[in-house]
């Protein structure tokens, strides 16, 4: 199945953990599980999204 560019280029926070820290970064990857835990305790956090290290290489070629 191809991946559309959405996709592969933003990840949300909500969609985010710990182990995707190589596709957007330590600090996004740490974002997205406060974001994660967070929610399931019920506090509301607004979903934010991360760009992936695919999206800048995209960029500069």
């Given amino acids: 199945?191809?991946?559309?560019?959405?996709?592969?280029?933003?990840?949300?926070?909500?969609?985010?953990?710990?182990?995707?820290a190589l596709m957007v970064g330590d600090k996004n990857a740490s974002l997205g599980e406060m974001v994660r835990e967070l929610t399931a305790?019920?506090?509301?956090?607004?979903?934010e999204f991360a760009i992936t290290?695919?999206?800048?290489?995209?960029?500069i070629r």
Avoid at 41 to 47: A, E, H, L
């Fill in 1 to 20: 199945m191809k991946t559309s560019s959405a996709s592969r280029f933003i990840k949300w926070f909500a969609d985010i953990t710990i182990d995707d």
């Fill in 41 to 47: 305790k019920g506090v509301k956090v607004p979903d």
């Fill in 53 to 59: 290290a695919d999206a800048y290489r995209h960029f």
